[in-house]
């Protein structure tokens, strides 16, 4: 761990001091790139970061040249360590979703308990519909039949 860890830190060195520009994979752990980004900002600016590379997302790791070999490897396993944990909440989300589905395949073809009240108010809502249409034909046929003098309000 510690010379994995020289040599990590011996290559951001390096990148850090020749103030490399892009991307550059510096690492590979347990099929994980480890990716080194700088950029030049300013007059005389210029910063890195180490990004683990995943699909669908990127994870920054905080590792400054003054970090020791050891403390950069703890980082690097801490951070795919993290993966496990995601991995078992996506789990335990997906368990929870497949029950989910379960009761409502249970429900599928069955009768909705509201189905009555839903009758009732659709049977209400058709008889709303056909009021304000006949409200605006009333409407209409008065504008045709009276002049605008004449119109009763």
């Known amino acids: ?26 690492a590979s752990i347990g099929g994980f790139d480890f ?9 005389d600016g210029y910063r890195y970061a180490i990004m ?7 994870y920054e790791i905080e590792l400054p040249v ?5 403390g950069a490897i703890a980082r690097l396993e801490h951070a795919l360590a993290g993966f496990e944990d995601e991995q078992e909440r996506y789990r335990q989300r997906l368990e929870d979703a497949e029950r ?6 249970s429900r599928e073809g069955g009768e909705f308990g509201f189905s009555g009240e839903l009758a009732e108010k ?18 209409a ?3 045709a039949v009276y002049p605008v003098s004449l119109r009763p309000t």
């Open 141 to 143: 046929q008065r504008k």
């Open 52 to 58: 683990l590379m995943r699909t669908g997302a990127d």
């Open 122 to 139: 659709r049977r209400q809502l058709a008889e709303v519909e056909k009021s304000l249409a006949l409200d605006v034909e009333g409407q």
């Open 1 to 26: 761990r510690k010379l994995a860890g020289r040599a990590l830190m011996k290559e951001i060195l390096t990148l850090v001091q020749l103030q490399q520009q892009g991307e550059t994979t510096v």
């Open 100 to 105: 989910r589905l379960t009761s409502y395949r």
């Open 35 to 43: 990716e080194y980004s700088g950029e030049r900002f300013g007059k």
């Open 66 to 70: 003054t970090t020791s070999p050891l």
